[in-house]
């Protein structure tokens, strides 16, 4: 069966840390790019982070730069996103989402989700107290 599984939400205070991991099963990750989007109760689904299978390449939204990283374990088939230095406004349901963007095209349309039109990881919920 072709699908993500994200997992690693929970709780935490501000300047903690989560590791998000998102496990993909049932096809071949190679020439894929995976993102991390994030939904907050009454918001658009917000691109967080991505990652090129193909060159490793690495994108983040300016609100998470220097705070979050995103890597992959291709062996494991496993892209993880690690959230440093966490605040409130980071509360969210966070998903993981994948699709073969054609290189030239994944710069500027890594985060927008109408791009991911068919692997979708269920959500994690995120939640940072002050």
């Known amino acids: 069966e072709v699908q993500l599984q994200a997992s690693g939400g929970g709780m935490v205070q501000e300047g903690g840390s989560l590791r998000l991991s998102c496990a993909a099963s049932?096809?071949?990750?190679?020439?894929?790019?995976f993102g991390w989007f994030r939904q907050a109760p009454g918001k658009e689904h917000e691109g967080v982070s991505a990652?090129?299978?193909?060159?490793?390449?690495?994108y983040y939204a300016d609100s998470v730069k220097g705070r979050f990283v995103i890597s992959t374990d291709n062996a494991k088939k496993t892209i993880y996103l690690q959230m440093n230095s966490l605040k409130s406004e980071d509360t969210a349901v966070y998903y993981c989402?994948?699709?073969?963007?054609?290189?030239?095209?994944?710069?500027?349309?890594?985060?927008?989700?109408?791009?991911?039109?068919?692997?979708w990881g269920q959500g994690t919920q995120v939640t940072v107290s002050s």
């Open positions: 990652i090129s299978t193909t060159d490793g390449n690495t």
């Open positions: 989402a994948a699709e073969r963007i054609p290189s030239p095209f994944i710069r500027s349309q890594w985060s927008n989700p109408r791009v991911y039109t068919n692997l």
């Open positions: 049932g096809f071949n990750t190679d020439q894929y790019t």
